[in-house]
């Protein structure tokens, strides 16, 4: 049976920090995409609930607040709230307002719900993105859309030619932040600290201002195994552009 979300005197606008939530989640927004709630993702089920994004596409290793307001995306938050707080998070083709599953992509990301706070028409959340799936069948019954996940783990070697390039992505992300307005000191340590590679390129990917099939692209790693190198190549040139600038 579903569960919607527990009735509160919360005033709309108020986030409220759900259990097992740990001290360091931020509702800052700049500051929730670096920074990662805890290690251990949990088990996976075979089947979540699914919350379709427009124009926006959420990576593993970070947090990233969304405004949820459509009734299907409610009802997937709804759903969540009521379990193990995990949704299936997938880019859509298109801009549907009320979309099938054919409008989905098929790679999308696993997250959990580490915040919520009520808003005028809908919900605001922070999530976590968690694992990286392939969703194998997307059915779609009222308001509700699930999907039939199969996980697509993703493993980084460790080389010396990695951990030089990965110093310097981050110094050039230092010098692109320190000229940018409105970033915290927060966010610029949070960043700089990021020794896992996989993490860093996802991160610079939701900080980097690309067009969402980019995103995608970069989320299902095609159509090369070396795409993702050639993202933080060309996000270098764009950080050193801003850094220069």
Do not use: C
Request: hydrophobic share 40%; glycine share 4%; proline share 8%.
């Amino acid at each position: 049976m579903n569960k919607s979300i527990p009735e509160t005197k919360t005033d709309p606008g108020r986030w409220i920090r759900l259990r097992e939530l740990p001290s360091r989640a931020s509702s800052s927004d700049s500051a929730a995409i670096a920074e990662m709630a805890e290690s251990t993702p949990p088990t996976l089920p075979p089947e979540l609930p699914v919350l379709p994004l427009r124009r926006t596409v959420a990576f593993p290793l970070t947090l990233q607040p969304l405004a949820v307001n459509r009734p299907v995306s409610i009802e997937t938050v709804n759903r969540a709230l009521g379990t193990d707080r995990l949704v299936l998070l997938i880019l859509q083709h298109s801009e549907a307002d009320d979309p099938a599953p054919d409008d989905l992509h098929r790679v999308g990301t696993v997250g959990i719900v580490r915040q919520m706070a009520k808003a005028s028409g809908g919900i605001n959340i922070i999530i976590e993105g968690i694992a990286r799936v392939r969703a194998d069948v997307v059915t779609r019954t009222g308001t509700s859309m699930r999907a039939r996940i199969t996980p697509m783990p993703e493993h980084v070697e460790r080389s010396l030619e990695v951990d030089a390039h990965m110093r310097r992505v981050q110094d050039l992300i230092e010098k692109a932040l320190s000229l940018a307005t409105g970033l915290s000191e927060e966010l610029r340590g949070l960043v700089m600290n990021i020794d896992d590679p996989l993490r860093l390129v996802y991160v610079l990917a939701t900080l980097i201002d690309i067009n969402p099939d980019e995103k995608q692209a970069l989320l299902e790693d095609r159509p090369r195994s070396d795409s993702r190198e050639d993202f933080s190549q060309n996000s270098l040139n764009i950080l050193g552009s801003n850094a220069k600038a």
